[in-house]
């Protein structure tokens, strides 16, 4: 990673992955934020009147929240899950690879039970109806789609080693 020139001369240290705790802090962080921004939507949604301003406020500000954590550990040095191939190595591949695998896994059974759901559903009128407000939301899900490999590579990379030997 190139030095950085600073004013008078000084050179800035390269930029130091973040530690495992603090990236997977940022993972739990960005799931729960998401997940709040879900009930504050859907609480919007439903309420009378709809979206009251403070349930508007709250949504954008866990959706923007959100978004924050996603870019921080996207953006963090070590990043591996969407960089291309020629600026990784072997072992930062097969994590990258392994992490996109095990996320098409993960979405895979998430989206059989969201099948079997609506199938069961389609059977019966009241249940039926009973699913048009949450399937409002099904398009949110590609969020999820979209950072499950970056919060599995986050989450599983051990620590960076130590340069400073």
């Given amino acids: 990673m190139p030095d950085f020139a600073l004013a008078h001369g000084r050179r800035a240290r390269p930029a130091r992955p973040m530690s495992r705790s603090a990236r997977r802090r940022l993972v739990v962080a ?5 997940v709040a921004f879900l009930a504050a939507t ?22 923007v929240a959100t978004g924050f954590a996603f870019v921080r550990l996207a953006l963090a040095p070590g990043y591996t899950a969407d960089t291309l191939d020629r600026f990784l190595d072997e072992r930062q591949r097969q994590v990258r690879d392994r992490a996109y695998r095990a996320a098409y896994y993960l979405m895979t059974g998430l989206f059989l039970v969201l099948s079997l759901v609506v199938m069961y559903a389609a059977g019966d009128d009241q249940a039926w109806s009973a699913l048009r407000g949450p399937a409002l939301f099904l398009p949110w899900t590609a969020f999820v789609v979209g950072s499950l490999p970056t919060a599995l590579v986050a989450w599983a990379e051990p620590e960076a080693p130590d340069d400073d030997t």
């Avoid at 960005?30 to 998401?34: D, E, I, P, T, V």
């Fill in 30 to 34: 960005m799931y729960l934020g998401f």
């Fill in 42 to 63: 859907y609480a919007g949604y439903t309420s009378d009147p709809r979206w009251p301003w403070w349930l508007a406020v709250l949504a954008v500000a866990t959706f």
